[in-house]
T-cell receptor
């Protein structure tokens, strides 16, 4: 069984500043992926970034990067130069060998102009 | 990029009605699709895994006779909410993973907002 925990129900950041969203997980899988999804008010699920567990290098996608600490089972998302359009729900997720996704409870990010 | 089409986007119907939601992969084949349910201000909860040509696998607590899943082709899975009641009102989202490429992430549909009066 997999569990994903996001301990921050809400976060806020000033526009142009940096914010980090926390995520911890637990899995018995030896090979797995970790994901961050963004869900704006439209409720579309948008893949922000993903990390392969066997890769030590942290994934980066433009202003989004992760801090993957495998031993600690931690997978935080850093958003640099925050923009108003970044305001959304963010879900951390992991998958198993069957590719079933387990989602965390989500973090609502507010961006202040 | 890979696109998943989910239809309808919004349904409002009377209690006792059965509602069918379609999930199509438009430019790839998907042996496996997933159905999620999301209540307001909550996370996505996996309801079932839809397998092409075989029975769906339901998560614990999900009534298979209530939520009928059919995956008759490699590009289409349907979820039918039978005899829907107000407590079935929710946001339902499907996703699909391209067949044969385990490195590909799941692609999500835009969801269906179901309201039962």
């Amino acid at each position: 069984a997999q569990t994903v925990t996001q301990s921050q129900p809400e976060m806020s950041v000033q526009e142009a500043e940096t914010v980090t969203l926390s995520c911890t997980y637990d899995t018995s899988e030896s090979d797995y992926y970790l994901f961050w999804y963004k869900q704006p008010p439209s409720r579309q699920m948008i893949l922000v970034i993903r990390q392969e567990a066997y890769k030590q290098q942290n994934a980066t996608e433009n202003r989004f990067s992760v801090n993957f600490q495998k031993a600690a089972k931690s997978f935080s998302l850093k958003i640099s130069d925050s923009q108003l359009g970044d305001a959304a729900m963010y879900f951390c997720a992991s998958n198993n060998a069957g590719n079933m996704l387990t989602f965390g409870g989500g973090t609502r990010l507010m961006v202040k102009p | 990029g890979a696109v998943v089409s989910q239809h309808p986007s919004r349904v409002i119907c009377k209690s006792g009605t059965s509602v069918k939601i379609e999930c199509r992969s438009l430019d790839f084949q998907a042996t496996t699709m997933f159905w999620y349910r999301q209540f307001p201000k909550q996370s996505l909860m996996l309801m079932a895994t839809s397998n092409e040509g075989s029975k769906a696998t339901y998560e614990q607590g999900v009534e298979k006779d209530k939520f009928l899943i059919n995956h008759a082709s490699l590009t289409l899975s349907t979820l039918t909410v039978t005899s829907a009641h107000p407590e079935d009102s929710s946001f339902y989202i499907c996703s699909a993973r391209p067949t044969g490429n385990s490195n590909q992430p799941q692609h999500f549909g835009d969801g269906t907002r179901l309201s039962i009066l």
